[in-house]
């Protein structure tokens, strides 16, 4: 862990989120992207949470990342109780930072841990502070300054949040498959998968085209292709393929993931095949899981070579694990990650 340092008058504290779970792949892009003078991966003890100590000149280069979500730009961080008590601190605390407020105002809470107030009151006793000391206005919808307090566990964090929405949204979607995968995952898989440019790079499962799109727009001279059996997601995912300008490097195909051999060409091999496999839930189809998972494992082998990696989505680590042993791969990673609120594993797996 590295310690948050005396900040320098040229570097900027800045706290960035992400899905808890891949904080250590926020750190390596950071390290390649921006010059990143400390760092720390669970801020606050917290998971999904990453400090960022950088150049100021380097802020803006936040904002090109592809495993996070929002930017908030740290002002101060002090302890504070979980009692009632807590409440008054933070009054103090807030009120003592300097912010630089623009015309307008809000106040936003994430609080993690277990205290005696709520996120509301956090929002309350905050937004009163800035009030009482700037005489700045409110303004809940539209505001010029969104003004970040955090409360994870005795941690109280303000900062200005830098993002407006999400940069998990990259481009506009035109089509929402109803299990459609966070980018922010996507890039983290791809990551996990070690894609280099120049792959080939196969989603057996591609619904409306998550990690497809992700690939071609992040590595160059990819070729992507993607498999699903349902018209509908392979029509969504060619508009969702043209909103995202990847068009020419992604051929998608009607087919069934479990029988590659009559959906690929004989002889082609992938580089990677990653895959956000059916999880079973909303598709109230929990039973027929070992079938899908074992025909595709077993009809994917003969298109992989020695140096091919599979990089998988699952909620159902066991039944994969023992499946992907059954039909000859190793696996080399299991990581644990939130997604959506369940828990899940993104599992990485090597012919043996
Ligand atoms: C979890 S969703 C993938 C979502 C995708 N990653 C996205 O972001 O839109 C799983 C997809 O697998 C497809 N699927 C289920 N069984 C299949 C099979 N046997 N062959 C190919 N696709 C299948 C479903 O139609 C669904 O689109």
Redesign the pocket.
Known sequence: MNRLSNLGKDSSRMMVTTVPGIEDIVLKEASEKLNLLESHHRFGGVGGRVYLEISKEDVQKLFKMRSIEHIIQIIDVFTVKNTKGGLDEIYRGVYRSSIPLGSTFRVTCERIGSHEYTSMDVQRVAGQAIVDKYGTKVNLKNPETIVRVDVAHDLCIVGIQLTRTSLRIRYPRAFH?P???NPVI?YAMLRCAEVQPGDRIL?????????LIEAAQVWEDIEAIG????PK?IDGAQRNLEAAKVKSKVKLIL????RLEKVLPEGLKVDKAVS????GIRSGRLKGLPK?YS??LRSLRPFLNETSKVCLLTIHKELLKSISKRFGYEMLESRRIVNGGLIAHIILLRPS
């Open positions: 498959h299990s459609a995968l996507a989603d057996a499962f591609c619904g409306g085209g998550t990690i498999i699903d059996i349902s997601s087919g069934d993931a479990t956000n496999l059916p999880f899908i025909g595709f």
